[in-house]
């Protein structure tokens, strides 16, 4: 999935469902943790009953990506662009990262900087997925 999502210059954050929800335990509006379903029914034109199913559901074509998302709704302070503002510790959420293996070594060096300048000690690595198997 490095190719198809990230191109040379991609970077993974690596956390787990507990950390998720330590690091949004100041955020004071309600956060729910989804998985994905995925459907083939949903493969032509897919239909769905409001933003929730928009949330869970997802085409089939896609249950590669075994996905988790955050979703928040019914918050009021949606920005122009359609983003909005939600509160997360990352010291809390994020475990370590991993540079893509198709990625020059400035990018690791880059990511290690901006980390440590944005207060995180967290590992830095670079993935070794495409490396050779040994002997």
Same mark, same amino acid.
């Given at each position: 999935?490095?190719?198809?999502?990230?191109?040379?210059?991609?970077?993974?954050?690596? $956390?787990?469902?507990?950390?998720?929800?330590?690091?949004?335990?100041?955020?004071?509006?309600?956060?729910?943790?989804?998985?994905?379903?995925?459907?083939?029914?949903?493969?032509?034109?897919?239909?769905?009953?409001?933003?929730?199913?928009?949330?869970?559901?997802?085409?089939?074509?896609?249950?590669?990506?075994?996905?988790?998302?955050?979703?928040?709704?019914?918050?009021?302070?949606?920005?122009?662009?359609?983003?909005?503002?939600?509160?997360?510790?990352?010291?809390?959420?994020?475990?370590?990262?991993?540079?893509?293996?198709?990625?020059?070594?400035?990018?690791?060096?880059?990511?290690?900087?901006?980390?440590?300048?944005?207060?995180?000690?967290?590992?830095?690595?670079? $993935?070794?997925?495409?490396?050779?198997?040994?002997?």
């Amino acid at each position: 999935m490095w190719k198809l999502y990230t191109g040379d210059h991609g970077i993974a954050l690596v $956390s787990n469902v507990g950390r998720l929800k330590q690091a949004f335990v100041d955020e004071p509006q309600t956060i729910s943790i989804v998985n994905v379903e995925y459907r083939p029914d949903l493969e032509t034109e897919p239909q769905f009953e409001g933003v929730e199913e928009f949330c869970r559901f997802k085409r089939s074509s896609f249950s590669h990506e075994q996905e988790l998302r955050l979703v928040v709704l019914g918050d009021e302070s949606v920005s122009a662009n359609g983003g909005m503002y939600v509160a997360v510790d990352l010291a809390k959420l994020v475990d370590h990262v991993y540079v893509s293996p198709l990625a020059a070594k400035w990018i690791r060096d880059v990511v290690e900087s901006e980390a440590k300048c944005h207060g995180l000690d967290v590992r830095v690595i670079s $993935s070794k997925l495409l490396d050779p198997a040994p002997p």
